[in-house]
């Protein structure tokens, strides 16, 4: 990681953080796309899953600073890995949204946590949880 610079703006003395400036980019523009849309990257083979238990934001950080013994690491304990064809279908047949980074030439996706007021419900025949809002959307307490 890129240290920490101090640098003179007119008569004051800002602190600029590179890694911080970068996570910031990232999160903004990070967003929830359906899988549909990402068909023609998959094709590709430039869709990244990035498995749940890890950061999105980081993982996007990790590739961007091309942190390859990190990134190696994880992909060797699965936690970053090219979306498989299995998982790709899953996806398209449950019309799944998912949030999505790009990295150039990488886009970097994970699955969406339910939100607030939403009730994670297991699928029938499925170990998956979809999210599922409340009539109106009222949230039950």
Do not use: H, Y
Not at 31 to 36: E, L, Q, S, V
Not at 38 to 61: H, M, N, S
Request: aromatic residues 8%.
């Amino acid at each position: 990681m890129r240290p920490i610079e101090d640098r003179r703006i007119g008569s004051a003395t800002a602190v600029i953080d590179p890694a911080g400036d970068a996570r910031r980019t990232l999160n903004q523009e990070t967003a929830r796309i359906p899988w549909r849309d990402l068909q023609r990257f998959f094709a590709q083979g430039k869709v990244i899953w990035v498995r749940d238990g890890l950061d999105l934001i980081e993982t996007a950080l990790l590739i961007a600073r091309d942190d390859a013994p990190t990134i190696d690491a994880e992909m060797a304990r699965g936690g970053i890995v090219p979306v498989p064809d299995r998982q790709a279908r899953d996806w398209f047949e449950t019309d799944a949204s998912l949030w999505a980074v790009v990295v150039k030439p990488w886009v970097l996706v994970q699955e969406a946590a339910c939100t607030s007021g939403s009730t994670p419900t297991p699928a029938q025949g499925s170990s998956r949880t979809f999210c599922f809002a409340p009539p109106n959307g009222l949230a039950s307490e």
